[in-house]
């Protein structure tokens, strides 16, 4: 075998030329350089791009291989400078999502399959006991009763629309587990979320409050979520992540029915109520959708919350959240939260650059 | 010593090994070793990894392996490394490992 010297590089990707380069590479290998990418590193052979991959918070994704260059050990070169990159920013649990033709090769880098949709993604972590360690947490709140019902919340922040649904839910039910979406990017932080709406449930006996942690509509699950783009990403993420909860999570808790709010806004959260009806019934598990409460005729939102708060608008947010809520967005602990929300311009979401502090910019 | 946080060394390049170091809360060094070789050298490589925990006090530990055909001495350094990042120590244990 003739020997190369590849050089190994840290894409600048406010660069747009090196920026251009790597996604030119991707297109050639039909991938693109995902908008949530925060670390790209490319292997370059005489000045030309032969491999290339890139981190998304704990998602490792966009990796390719020039198929001339293959058996030479440079996907494990990649992997390994991306699983390096991330245990120094703290982040020991990864993800990889790839086509089902290179699982073997990523099992071979320490990566274990939690599961495939039809689609022809694969997704896998790596740590051989990811998925069961979170299952035996979960199996802990497993109860017996006649019908244990369950429903996804982000609550950014918990309004009276929550509560309602919820309230609603819990009474159809005799066990209600409530899942907050765990991500840490949304405007309130997970742990605000779920204390809020901890703290908004409490005359509810029958609701068990949980993290949603990765497994559940998390930048692992379901990045578009978070990025707020429709495209055909989102069926398959959507697939996946409502793959998830069927056959892992449904079951660890004995769950027979989902809930879930209309959604006649965002077409996101849409589509992904829409693969819910498709899919869960096949697992045994009933989909409702609940009509959202409106109050003087419009429909209540945290969106619409959100853009009462960029604006100002305090009294108007009074008449949308819980006490709970209210009472919490006018202590000291909300300053950082509002500020960061005037400063947004637009949307709920923040996007991924904003608050994943990578080193390159 | 005492392991703070997870630590990790070396590479999944051919001939090294990448070691993940996660404290435990009970008494035991458990190994999770996956290895090219595993059928050939997996009790010599899990024997190094534990003598070589064992000279720096820790036994109370999580070691992730991921072996890529690594030699003695590799390994050896490796796990060292590891340690000395789940640690946080300053303190310095680099010698030469074998010559």
């Given amino acids: 075998m003739e020997f190369y010297h590849f050089v190994e590089q840290t894409i600048q990707l406010d660069n747009r030329e090196e920026r251009a380069r790597v996604e030119h590479f991707l297109a050639n290998h039909s991938l693109r350089l995902e908008a949530d990418v925060d670390y790209s590193i490319a292997i370059y052979r005489q000045g030309m791009v032969v491999a290339t991959g890139s981190l998304a918070g704990n998602v490792l994704k966009c990796i390719a291989v020039d198929p001339e260059y293959e058996g030479r050990g440079i996907a494990g070169r990649v992997v390994s400078r991306l699983v390096a990159e991330a245990y120094s920013r703290g982040l020991l649990h990864l993800f990889i999502y790839t086509k089902p033709e290179n699982a073997g090769k990523f099992s071979q880098l320490g990566f274990y399959k939690i599961i495939e949709v039809p689609a022809g993604v694969v997704l896998m972590e790596n740590r051989p006991d990811g998925i069961t360690a979170y299952l035996k947490q979960l199996k802990k709140y497993k109860r017996s009763a006649n019908m244990v019902a369950s429903i996804v919340v982000n609550c950014n922040p918990f309004t009276k629309g929550h509560q309602y649904l919820i309230e609603k839910a819990a009474r159809a039910c005799e066990l209600l587990h409530l899942f907050v979406v765990w991500e840490d990017r949304s405007v309130f932080p997970p742990e605000v979320r779920y204390q809020l709406v901890k703290d908004g449930i409490k005359h509810l006996p029958n609701v068990e409050v949980h993290k949603g942690k990765d497994y559940i509509i998390s930048n692992v699950t379901f990045p578009t979520y978070f990025i707020k783009s429709p495209d055909e990403a989102v069926k398959t993420q959507s697939l996946l992540d409502i793959k998830i909860f069927a056959k892992f999570i449904a079951p660890a808790l004995g769950i027979k029915r989902r809930y879930v709010g209309t959604e006649p806004d965002c077409p996101v959260t849409g589509r992904y109520n829409q693969t819910m009806k498709t899919v869960l019934p096949g697992y045994g598990i009933e989909v409702i959708e609940l009509p959202r409460l409106s109050i003087k005729g419009v429909v209540v939102s945290a969106s619409q919350v959100r853009k009462h708060l960029r604006q100002k608008e305090l009294h108007l947010v009074k008449e949308l959240v819980p006490e709970i809520t209210y009472n919490f967005l006018r202590s000291k602990d909300a300053d950082s939260i509002l500020e960061k929300i005037g400063n947004e311009a637009g949307g709920g979401l923040i996007g991924a650059k904003k608050n994943r502090n990578g080193r390159h910019t | ?99």
Avoid: H
Avoid at chain 2, 8 to 20: F, P, Y
Avoid at chain 2, 74 to 84: E, F, G, M
């Fill in chain 2, 1 to 99: 010593m005492e392991l703070k946080k997870t630590g990790m060394a070396g590479t999944l390049e051919s001939s090294d090994i990448l070691v993940v170091i996660e404290p435990k809360n009970s008494e035991g060094i458990d190994i999770l070793l996956e290895s090219v070789v595993i059928k050939q050298f997996g009790d010599q490589i899990r024997k190094i990894i534990s003598n070589t925990l064992r000279e720096l006090g820790i036994n109370q530990v999580i070691v992730r392996a991921n072996d890529k055909g690594a030699l003695d001495c590799v390994i050896k350094a490796r796990v060292q490394a590891a340690v000395s990042r789940a640690t946080g120590s300053k303190e310095c244990f680099w010698r030469v490992v074998e010559s």
